[in-house]
């Protein structure tokens, strides 16, 4: 379990949100007391990266795919 203060997470919120994501809990203190604890939600879905990249990768109905259409300044 991490530990982080209440300035600590206020700056660091982005982390530690990606620490509970990964399965670390984070217990958040206020001059060293416990004041509330970050938890991942059950049953909540990670990002799925592969189905992003099989997206991007994908042909449109033009043949082209969305990194090549980038590429050639269509999107």
């Known amino acids: 379990m991490k530990i982080a203060t209440v300035a600590e997470t206020k700056t660091r919120l982005s982390s530690l949100l990606a620490a509970v994501e990964a399965g670390d809990d984070v ?3 206020r001059r060293g007391q416990p004041v509330a604890r ?3 939600e059950p049953g909540a879905p990670g990002f ?3 189905a992003l990249r099989n997206w991007v990768e994908a042909p449109t ?3 082209l ?3 090549q259409m980038r590429e050639q ?3």
């Open 65 to 67: 795919n969305v990194a």
């Open 73 to 75: 300044d269509l999107l």
């Open 61 to 63: 109905a033009e043949g």
């Open 27 to 29: 217990l958040i203190t």
């Open 48 to 50: 799925g990266w592969s």
């Open 38 to 40: 970050l938890v991942a």
